[in-house]
């Protein structure tokens, strides 16, 4: 029994895995936590997890914290990270990417549009959900 929790839960990290790599269109595992996004980060300070921990997290599969996180709606999409990082790893379209699956769930998270999310959704969303949504990044 523990072993078929344990396979299913690294089976549900995996699926979770793939989908932020493929939003995003970024290889999670080419990260080595060298830290150089979070130390260029402007926003570091106010962000529960910082941007190589995110990195480190989604490639754990650790959906729950994730989108849990304070930090994606935190990040403002300066792309300061992606231009820092050795890796060419954009830690901005992952940020994107998990914001998308925050606000989208299920199998249509791949792109947003704002417009069809119910209007009650649409009152009580952080500002930069809607933001993110027409920038050059969200298509
Ligand atoms: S894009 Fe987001 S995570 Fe990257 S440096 Fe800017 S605020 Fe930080
Ligand atoms: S700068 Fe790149 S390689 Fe370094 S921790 Fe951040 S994502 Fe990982």
Sequence with gaps: ?????????????????SRIEKISGQKLLAC???GKCSAGCPMAAHMDVLPNQIIRMAQLGMKEQLLAARSIWMCVSCLTCNSRCPKDIKIAEVIEALRKAALGGGERNDHLHIMELPSEARSVLPPIATISAMRKLTS
């Design 32 to 34: 080595y936590q060298c």
């Design 1 to 17: 029994m523990e072993t078929t929790l344990r396979i299913t839960s690294a089976r549900a990290g995996s699926d979770f895995v």
